[in-house]
């Protein structure tokens, strides 16, 4: 059974840059792409970004768009998110998840990491 593991959150000020990364176990990823989550208290488990991993074709919330990169190395079977100009509203739990579609849905994927808390604040 591949598992995935998040790595990468912490502490970060208003305008800075962090990244995520997304390592999955084993020797082959069998899933058709990887996507990023995130959870806010009180809130709904929301899309973020995600990426085909064989043509590495992205997509990407509206929130997100020109400050967060998602990548993926197929060598190192590790996923990645690059966030920069970090605002406060973008303090979540972030979550990776592996599935057969690169849709915007939780629905979509059915391998999930166990979340890394990002948070935002001077």
């Known amino acids: 059974q591949v598992q995935l593991v998040e790595s990468g959150g912490g502490l970060v000020q208003p305008g800075g840059s962090l990244r995520l990364s997304c390592a999955a176990s084993?020797?082959?990823?069998?899933?058709?792409?990887m996507g990023w989550f995130r959870q806010a208290p009180g809130k709904e488990r929301e899309f973020v970004a995600s990426?085909?991993?064989?043509?590495?074709?992205?997509s990407y919330a509206d929130s997100v768009k020109g400050r967060f990169t998602i990548s993926r190395d197929r060598a190192k079977i590790t996923g990645y998110l690059y966030m920069n100009s970090m605002k406060s509203e973008d303090t979540a739990v972030y979550y990776c998840?592996?599935?057969?579609?690169?849709?915007?849905?939780?629905?979509?994927?059915?391998?999930w990491g166990q979340g890394t808390q990002v948070t935002v604040s001077s």
């Open positions: 998840a592996a599935g057969f579609s690169m849709g915007h849905s939780k629905d979509a994927y059915d391998l």
């Open positions: 084993g020797r082959t990823f069998s899933r058709y792409a």
């Open positions: 990426i085909y991993w064989s043509g590495g074709i992205t």
